[in-house]
Each structure stands twice: as C-alpha cells, then as structure tokens.
Antibody, heavy 121, light 110 residues
Framework: EVQLVESGGVVVQPGGSLRLSCAAS????????MHWVRQPPGKGLEWVSL????????NYADSVKGRFTISRDNSKNSLYLQMNSLRIEDTALYYC??????????????WGQGTLVTVSS | QSALTQPASVSGSPGQSITLSCTGT?????????VSWYQQHPGKAPKLMIF???NRPSGVSNRFSGSKSGDTASLTISGLQAEDEADYYC??????????FGTGTKVTVL
C-alpha cells in the first residue's frame, strides 16, 4: 500500500524558514518524480514544485521560485521542501504527491494527508 | 501561470448528468493531453478521477468521464449520486514544464 506521510508543519513568523519532510513507502520511491502541492485554508489547490527520480531535475511555481528548494534522499525514501523567506500567503496545507514513471507526470495518483504551515506574526 | 478557469459551482439532482468545464490556453490544456481531474471531499486529500484527458484509474466509477476540445477540458458525471457532492479540480501540464490547477468547482447534489 502506498503511503506518504508529511511532517514539519508549524507556525512560523513572516521571513522565517521551515523544512517539510515526506516519508514514502509502498512503492519504489527512486523510480518516481515527486511533487509538492499546497492548499490555503478554504481555497483551491496550487502546484508548488517537482523533483525527478534522481534529483537531477527540479521545477517550481513562480510564486515560490527562489525561496523554496525541493530535494530528496532516495536512500531514506524521503522528500523534502526547504521553505525560506516565508510570507503570509504561503500559509497552506502542504501535500506530498507521487508522480509517474514517465518524464512528464500525467497523473497525481497518491497524496499524503498534508502538513499545515501557518505564517503569522 | 494563471489558474485554469472552472465554474465555481454546478448542481444537479440525483440520477442526472452534469458537466464541469476547465478552460486554459494553448500553453496548457490546449497543448497537451495531460489533463487530470481530482475529487476532494471536505477535510480529505484529493483523489484522482481522470488522467490523460479520458482515462479512468482502476476503482473509479464509470459514471465519470473526461473529454477535451481545444483549450477546454470537461468532466462529466452521469447518474449523479449523493456521494459525488465534493469539490473538483482539473490540472494540466504546461509549456513551462510546470503544472497548473483549476480554480475548482463545488458540485452540489440537490
């Protein structure tokens, strides 16, 4: 059974930093592209970032580019999101999402339950 | 990258069919057959319903179907049931090698 378990969400002040983690199990983690998707409270979904199976390729939404860094440790079946220069508008539930084997992710087929990041003074 | 445009709400009676639209541009929906749809019940993680425009994952009811014409993708729910009441989001791959979600549609079963 595929499981994605996020952690690291807390309350942080504007301008602060935070690292989210996602522990993956139930599939061959190092075969798959992985993504972060976020959802502000009461609002819609926003794609945040992706990382290729080997970490060699990453991409980001314009809203987080230059502030967030995605990484992975295949030896630990773990995905990370380093979040710097946090803004109030970064407040959201952050989901770890499994991609596909193909170069382009054609479907987000498994999602974690999310970890809540609150940016507030 | 602007969010794909979805109607804020769609409603229907049990047994009816409803269609949700998802409008983008030639740089996303119109340019690739990488549109997928997600159902989200309150307090739950999104669930994949349709991928690559028309394909249904194993375990998803055949009452759900997808299509695309030009820059607009559609999700049709046939034989509407109470359990279909949820938020629905589309997403597409983009020419920037990123992904964009739709604004979301709240489906209400009357």
């Amino acid at each position: 059974e595929v499981q994605l378990v996020e952690s690291g969400g807390v309350v942080v002040q504007p301008g602060g930093s935070l690292r989210l983690s996602c522990a993956a199990s139930g599939f061959t983690f190092d075969d798959y592209t992985m993504h972060w998707v976020r959802q502000p409270p009461g609002k819609g979904l926003e794609w945040v970032s992706l990382i290729s199976w080997d970490g060699g390729s990453t991409n980001y939404a314009d809203s987080v580019k230059g502030r967030f860094t995605i990484s992975r440790d295949n030896s630990k079946n773990s995905l990370y999101l380093q979040m710097n220069s946090l803004r109030i508008e970064d407040t959201a539930l952050y989901y770890c999402v499994k991609g596909t084997l193909t170069t382009v992710t054609t479907q987000f087929d498994y999602w974690g339950q999310g970890t809540l990041v609150t940016v507030s003074s | 990258q602007s969010a794909l445009t979805q109607p804020a709400s769609v409603s229907g009676s049990p047994g009816q069919s409803i269609t949700l639209s998802c409008t983008g541009t030639s740089s996303d929906v119109g340019g690739y057959d990488y549109v997928s749809w997600y159902q989200q019940h309150p307090g739950k993680a999104p669930k994949l319903m349709i991928f690559e425009v028309t394909n249904r994952p194993s375990g998803v009811s055949n009452r759900f179907s997808g299509s695309k014409s030009g820059d607009t993708a559609s999700l049709t729910i046939s034989g509407l049931q109470a359990e279909d009441e949820a938020d629905y989001y589309c997403t597409s791959y983009t020419s920037s090698s990123t992904y964009v979600f739709g604004t979301g549609t709240k489906v209400t079963v009357l």
